[in-house]
DNA sequence: ATACAGCTTGGAGTTAACTCCAAGTCAAGA
DNA sequence: TCTTGACTTGGAGTTAACTCCAAGCTGTAT
């Protein structure tokens, strides 16, 4: 798979690719006689992987230190789930935090299309209570 | 209300405040004859709306037009609930991707607390279906 | 064989959002 | 009054994560 087939098929730049393999975010990739990246089905998926976890914030140091362990091999077992378990809590934390935005803005605009609706503009005060 | 109380109670830097303040994510606090930030209760509910909005990755300049557009009165009624509407879109396109992300990170932890569990290090391949 | 579009690398540049700094002002305590 | 620590401003510096670039190689179509 060429690198313009997994960037078509997955919303990235070739550049992102690049640079996520140069810094170590994915394992190196196998290239032709030619030395032309050809992504196997194992290399889409840590591609897969780290645009999932970049998704959500979980920060390219972090992936980079997963793949240099996932490397070592099975000794590194335990410092792979703890890894995984810390970068949990962190997007954990921050869902939480979406959250309570979204419900603020559902507040905000919820008075909004009130006042829009019975053409009372009751306030001007950016109130929000939980 | 000093802004070293606010840093302390709302857990943020002095330097954002005033970076805030200086880009307009929060209208201008008024100073005392000596020239420093007295803030108003409404002075802090701006702050924390800001602070609110910048955990879920709404950004300054989005917020920087509210501001704005507040400022300008009744007029801007409709312009800033559709501000906020976009902002919910995008918080929201977010958590979604929040949450494929931890669910992806529940099923690898599991993966491995099992593999930790058993002494079987089943797989070697970085596998994740929906 | 010759275009020519697309790939390669190493390195430099960009962007958003802070974060720090220097030089100066202010205000409470000894 | 003097010291001392916190505040002020405008502007420069930092950081993470890309994003772009130049110079050169590749490989399919004419």
Redesign the pocket.
């Known amino acids: 798979m ?3 087939e997994v960037c078509e098929t997955h919303d990235i ?4 690719l ?3 393999e ?1 810094v170590g975010v994915i394992p190196t990739v196998n ?7 050809d992504y196997s089905e194992e290399d889409v998926k840590w591609v897969e992987n780290a645009i999932c976890m ?1 998704n959500a ?1 979980v ?3 972090m992936l980079i230190e997963y793949v240099k362990l996932f490397q070592e091999g099975d000794a590194t077992l335990m410092a792979r789930r703890d890894l995984l378990a810390e970068a949990r809590e962190d997007v954990q934390a921050q869902l939480d935090k979406f959250q309570a935005t979204l419900d603020r803005l559902n507040y905000k605009i919820s008075r909004y299309e009130e006042a829009l609706r019975t053409g009372v503009l009751s306030w001007n005060e950016e109130t929000y209570k939980k």
């Open positions: 060429t690198i313009k730049t070739p550049d992102t690049r640079y996520y140069r290239r032709t006689k030619g030395g032309i990246r970049r914030g920060p390219v140091e």
